[in-house]
């Protein structure tokens, strides 16, 4: 099945992405919540057993190391890092545990892989199985899939459709495709999953990491109003306390392709970057940005260094809306 296939499989019916190198880490022990609670800007406090928690890893200066998902599973935590992240987030957890912790962290990706289903008939696969699935983002079930212990996560709406995470051990990963297939979801390959992302207006790789904090690209969910001190959060508060948030994430219409990474002016002056681009067969080229917020008005015109003329304008997120 060509792009365009999977692409419009898509938009009018149901899609699965896997997730090739997703990590996954476990953290038993006791003092589990506490400690990564003190560690990251979310409410830990709020888990439950249908309800997940996104918190975020954040330097001194308060940029983002990593966002996790956090699942509770009897005597553990479940804690998703973002792609290719997990031996150094583990790594960076081992060293903040203090003599008196009582709390272990172990990689286990390469026992675990995690599965998103969009689209506007995902949702029928969970009726094929006799389960209802979770609502809202953060909504967790724990399920039994064709003998398997699933974790079925509510991911924030794609495609203005409810979005969801399947979470399966690697050994059975097979068998949930295939039954995935058999229903005719059909897999789709990261450059469409990138595309309807940034369609979504969703961030990814492209915003995640150390140049942003979190409050920069839209992660205010996962950033807790009420707790104590973690690493980064006087400089959070104060981007909230006195509305230093300088910084958002917008979408852009481009008049052709231009690089992830490329620098945006507006009448000469440097107001941020590309961070994810993609051709739309809907849109046709566009992209993500994080520019400063007194720039961020719909409709006016980008520019780069390179560019005589403008290279696309300021649109509304998602796209089509």
């Known amino acids: 099945m ?4 999977d692409y419009q499989a898509a938009l009018e019916g149901a899609a699965f992405y896997l997730h090739m190198d997703g990590g996954w880490l476990s953290l038993a022990g006791p003092d589990r919540i506490d400690f990564l ?3 990251s800007t979310g409410d830990l406090r709020t888990l439950s057993p249908d309800q997940a928690v996104i918190t975020v890893l954040t330097s001194p200066t308060a940029r983002i190391l990593d ?8 005597e553990k935590l479940i804690v998703l890092t973002l792609p290719g992240r997990s031996e150094r987030t583990s790594a960076f957890l081992k060293g903040k545990i203090f003599f008196m912790d009582k709390v272990t962290v172990i990689d286990e990706s390469s026992h675990y892989d995690r599965i998103d289903l969009i689209g506007p008939q995902a949702g029928e696969v969970f009726g094929a199985l006799s389960i209802s699935p979770p609502s ?13 212990p699933v974790k079925v996560l509510g991911l924030d709406r794609w495609l203005q459709h409810a979005a969801y995470r399947l979470c399966v051990p690697s050994a059975g990963l097979g068998s949930l495709v295939e039954f995935l297939k058999g229903r005719g979801v059909v897999e789709i390959g990261h450059e469409t999953w990138s ?8 961030h990814g790789e492209g ?3 150390e140049k942003y904090t979190p409050l920069e690209v839209g992660l205010d969910y996962a950033v807790s109003d009420s707790k104590g001190c973690y690493t980064g959060q006087e400089v959070l508060a104060r981007q909230v306390t006195y509305d230093k948030v300088v910084r958002c994430l917008v979408g852009v219409r481009l008049s052709n392709r231009v690089e992830a990474g490329t620098e945006v002016l507006i009448e000469g002056r440097s107001i941020g970057a590309l961070t994810s681009v993609g051709q739309s067969p809907r849109f046709g080229h566009i992209g993500l940005a994080v520019i400063r917020r ?17 290279i ?8 089509g809306k």
Do not use: C
């Open 312 to 319: 696309g304008v300021i649109a509304a997120l998602p796209f």
């Open 2 to 5: 060509s792009a365009r296939q």
């Open 207 to 209: 915003e995640l990491t």
């Open 37 to 39: 609670h003190r560690q």
């Open 294 to 310: 007194s720039y961020a008005e719909v409709g006016s015109a980008l520019a780069t260094k390179d560019a005589k003329n403008a």
């Open 67 to 74: 966002v996790l998902w956090v699942l509770p599973d009897s």
């Open 136 to 148: 809202g983002v953060g909504g967790m079930v724990s399920v039994e899939v064709l003998g398997l």
């Open 195 to 202: 595309l309807l992302r940034i369609e979504a207006g969703m």
